[in-house]
């Protein structure tokens, strides 16, 4: 038997859904204007970073349970492309980043 346990194999496990940081929750309300309390109930997934970049999706955990979804890693969004309600990319290092904001098409599509 081989009960290497301890050792390493494959990649890295992607992130689980976390807090916004406060550099994303500040341009969501500072630059995009949305209301602050709704802001920060968000929930981020990273994807691994590459070359001191990561990208990023940002839902609304109350809206994919009431649609039964469990947002396990950046990954399990690819088949729920309706939950997304931001992306973009962030350097942390440079705290530069960019966004682009799904939710205001939304919102519009809803008022149509």
Known sequence: MNWKFWKKSGT?????????SSDLGKYL????EYDPDWVWQLKVVMDLPKEGMSDFRIFDP?????????VKDYPSLDEHKNLVLFDGW??????????????QAM???QAV
């Open 12 to 20: 890295a496990p992607l992130a689980k859904p976390k807090d916004l």
């Open 107 to 109: 919102k519009t599509d």
């Open 90 to 103: 962030y350097k942390k290092e440079s705290r530069e980043m960019h966004v682009n904001d799904y939710y």
């Open 29 to 32: 309300v500072v630059n995009l």
């Open 62 to 70: 109350a809206m994919a349970a009431m649609q039964g979804i469990t």
